[in-house]
């Protein structure tokens, strides 16, 4: 299925523009030839799980796709300060963080007879539960992804996508993954204000989680969205005056709900239908119950298993998710049923920032109240029993040896 599409863009459209970085511009027959170079580097055995952490994304993503089309399985890891964690969940140790590419014409063909659902690859929960959870992605998931999304976005191959999502979250393959099977341009970058405005007048699909366009609407820059077909916006519960500020700019925003474990969105409602009652329609092909008052989804797009989980979920799987079901196929979000909250469009668990806290030996004691904030949606305030009080700023920075910047608590105080 993959490496089919791949060949077929390459036989039929061999120079149009696939992927954009760092102002180059890559079409499809390049890319092919930096996958298939990179390909007969490789010593990989079929079916075997094989560790990455690559920080250039076009660099991953030429991985990914190589090992692949060995039909090897990518562990994809992030870049966060307990790493070792990570490790431990699986046992495959990091074996590639680096490679030279090639670009030299090569149209090797090799072999693509995948069962669309064997593993393509094993991505991490976006959140931190303080044991990581590996997800299985099969091919078929991936695929049936990018076709529900095509139903609601209607896809062009004129259409030119930004993607500054993190390529180690569900959220950023997936739109890699869109554009390989809709055939449609993505421009690859970090996120930035900046950036954003950069590329603003070339682009006219954008994904983000609500802090990102918060950031970009509060900015003193002129902000115009006449030339965007959709905003996507994920992640996060969105609030009412980030909803306001998206109807008064009249940006044509989609506001989707989905998770690692469904392959990024199954659920979503364009702005003016959200707005009525903060409602989520379940998308094409998607089922929607409940169990024991959590949202229980049914889709193609349901990953296979966790890694080293003897557990299948035969496409179906029970979120942790406290939802209000109104009708056959809309629902409500309420609240989670775990410890886990949402700051920013990340997945923060309570009790893992409290672990780490409690590492530290000047610390006695240590409550985490969670606080309803406008800007992030959920923040964190860490209230610290110690025998000497300590400087926060220093404090902090000692933290991000140990924690992701967004897991740290926004406020922090010593008592």
């Not at 300060?81 to 490679?99: A, M, R, V």
């Not at 593993?119 to 976006?126: E, G």
């Not at 959920?378 to 025998?387: I, R, S």
């Amino acid at each position: 299925m993959l490496n089919s599409i791949l060949n077929k863009r390459v036989k039929e459209t061999p120079d149009k523009i696939f992927i954009t970085y760092k102002n180059r511009r890559i079409c499809f027959s390049v890319f092919n030839s930096m996958v298939n170079n990179y390909y007969e580097q490789l010593k990989t055995k079929k079916n075997e799980y094989v560790g990455l952490q690559i920080n250039d994304k076009l660099k991953l993503l030429v991985a990914i796709i190589a090992l692949n089309k060995k039909q090897s399985i990518p562990v994809v890891y992030p870049d966060h300060p307990s790493l070792e964690d990570f490790i431990l969940t699986t046992n495959i140790p990091i074996s590639i963080k680096n490679f030279d590419i090639s670009d030299i014409k090569n149209n090797l063909r090799a072999s693509d007879e995948h069962n669309v659902h064997n593993t393509q690859m094993v991505i991490f929960t976006s959140g931190s539960t303080g044991k990581q959870k590996p997800c299985e992605i099969t091919y078929s998931n991936l695929y049936e992804s990018a076709k529900i999304w095509d139903r609601i976005i209607k896809f062009k191959n004129t259409d030119i996508y930004l993607n500054h999502m993190p390529l180690t979250h569900v959220s950023g393959l997936c739109i890699f993954f869109r554009a390989l099977y809709c055939n449609f341009e993505m421009i690859l970058d970090d996120f930035s204000v900046e950036n954003y405005f950069k590329y603003s007048k070339k682009i006219n699909l954008v994904s983000m989680v609500p802090t990102m366009l918060d950031k970009i609407l509060n900015s003193s820059k002129d902000i115009r969205f006449e030339t965007m077909k959709s905003v996507i916006i994920g992640g996060d519960n969105i609030n009412i005056d980030l909803i306001d500020k998206i109807k008064m700019k009249k940006i044509p925003a989609y506001i989707s709900y989905g998770l690692t474990e469904s392959c990024s969105g199954i659920a979503g409602s364009w702005v003016d239908e959200y707005q009525k009652n903060l409602i989520y329609s379940a998308h094409k092909r998607v089922k929607i119950n409940l169990s024991n008052k959590m949202l229980e989804i049914s889709s193609p797009t349901i990953i296979k298993k966790y890694f080293n989980s003897q557990k299948v979920f035969n496409n179906r799987f029970t979120t942790s998710d406290i939802v209000e079901i109104v009708s056959k196929n809309k629902f409500k979000f309420k609240h989670r049923a775990d410890d886990i909250v949402i700051s920013g469009g990340e997945n923060i668990s309570i009790m893992y920032v409290n672990e780490i806290l409690m590492q530290f030996e000047e610390i006695n004691s240590c409550s985490i109240e969670v606080i309803v904030d406008k800007r992030w949606g959920q923040t964190l305030h860490a209230k610290l029993a110690v025998d000497k009080k300590l400087d926060v700023i220093k404090f902090k920075r000692k933290l991000k040896n140990h924690l992701p910047s967004f897991m740290i608590p926004k406020k922090i105080s010593f008592i």
